[in-house]
């Protein structure tokens, strides 16, 4: 839409007159002008007619050197100008006496044009121009035109009335594009129209001034929309009704209430338990004290009842946690699997067969965060029909490389978190998680531990189950040391690296 300088409408002839405050002097300095009534024809006469951009500077500061206006009404006719622009705001905003327009300023970016801003403001009476600005290159972005909307109101107000007036204007449900955050400052002066190099176009609608006492209801209708679109949002997935409907499809669908075996050391199972949504088990301990092979242990439990298992590895890599699963089969060690020792064909085929419901995910430093996390247990369960999965977390310390306690404890809470049904949202399947951390300071003697002497550390918190692994000369054992779903006790077992902890008698 092409608009230029031309016959004066016949409604602009007609408008209302406004208040205006006009300082000859450019606005960045300008500190005494006059107020004055100003009909919209004089007002057009002054966007019609070419300016000369006084002084012999560039285009660019051309707005630094024209005349300037403001619909504030000022005491005195004076604003406040100085080299501390907040104190020029404050002083200056406390001199306005009343407001009876407002200019809507767009950024400076290609976001408006004369036809969208005749849609947006038409009905109101209003002068859009553009700065000689639209003529520059911006860097990289095409030169873009600065639009100034002019809305006149149908009775001057008081300053803070003006104001949320202004917020109205800037409002996203109100649509009118991208405002600049300057409108909200209603004593500022603005640069007159004036036709400079870059040139400007203006326009004019119906003339019918704002009813800014209208406008300001409508934007109190809209916060209070926002209130309850807010409070929809915060209290989404909370209601009694949302998750009693939760538990009765979970009553119904046994795959959305699987239960996550335990390995068939005697014993163990009966004291532990199995894992279900909802439940999560630490596996603590020191370093080389079988935590991992264990928690592996449970993983490939899960497989073999063709549950989905997500391996969140920190401390090794993909190759490594197959060649543990692999060795569980096969009763080698795993470096022996890694070393190519002996014929592994057959367990890999069979783990292959079997664990198509396995998921290797070794997180890079830049995706150790919560929200990658759930991403992954989100995606394993959706791949697997949408209910809920085994999440084993392997060292959880190097989560944060930085800071290993703190890293340790956020993984921990955003399993937590992860763990129940309808958590993370209305339709989050939930998860049993098993993750294995440091524990320092447990005696290595397995003889030698009992679940009430234990100092399970700060991890133990996010834990409904706590198991402590232990190896040593005259054997290995399992210590439940912290059960909210049953008791605490110790079970004796045999290790090897190869089968892990099993029956002593094995």
Known sequence: ??????????????????????????????????????P???????????????????????????????????????????????LSARETRARMLDVAGL?????????????????????????AYTTGFHELEMGERPPGPRWRVLLPFSEPVPPDLAEEVAAWALHPRHDVGIVSPTTAEVWRAATRPALGPGGYRWLAGRNEPLDPRAAVRELHAWQELDVRVRADQALEG?????????????????????????????????????????????VLGTGGAGRTTFALQIADSAVAVGLPVLLVLMRMGGDEAVARLVALRTGMAPLDVLDGAGDVSD???????????????????????????????????????????????????????????????????????????GTLSPSWPGAAVVFVGSLPGVPMDPERLHPGALDLGPLEADAAAVVITAIGPAGARLVVAKNRDGGTGSVPASFSPGRGFVAVEA
């Open 238 to 282: 909370t209601r009694l009704a949302e998750a009693s409907t939760r538990l009765v499809e979970r009553r119904r669908r046994p795959a959305l209430r699987p239960r996550f075996p335990v390995p068939r050391v005697p014993g163990l199972p009966e004291l532990l338990g199995d894992l279900w949504p909802g439940r999560v088990v630490a």
């Open 1 to 38: 839409m092409e608009l230029k300088p031309g016959p004066i409408p016949d409604g602009l002839k007609k408008g209302p007159p406004f208040a205006l405050t006009l300082f000859p002097a450019p606005h960045r300095w300008a500190t005494r002008g006059e107020n004055r009534s100003v």
């Open 347 to 421: 367990a890999v085929e069979e783990l292959q067969a079997s664990a198509q419901a396995v998921h290797l995910w070794t997180p890079t430093g830049t995706e150790r965060t919560l929200e990658h996390l759930h991403t992954m247990i989100r995606a394993t369960s959706e791949a697997h029909g949408g209910g809920p999965v085994l999440v084993v977390a392997d060292g959880v310390e190097g989560w944060a490389v930085d800071d290993p306690e703190r890293g340790a404890r956020e993984m921990v809470s955003g399993l937590r978190d992860a763990s129940h049904a």
């Open 40 to 86: 919209w024809l004089e007002l057009a006469g002054m966007a019609a007619q070419p300016e000369l951009w006084p002084g012999t500077g560039a285009p660019a500061t051309a707005a630094d050197r024209l005349p300037a206006l403001a619909f504030a009404r000022f005491r005195d006719d004076t604003r406040v100008v100085t080299r501390d622009e907040v």
């Open 103 to 127: 200019v809507v300023e767009y950024v400076d970016e290609p976001a408006a044009d004369g036809e969208t801003l005749l849609h947006w403001w038409g009905r109101h009476a209003f002068i």
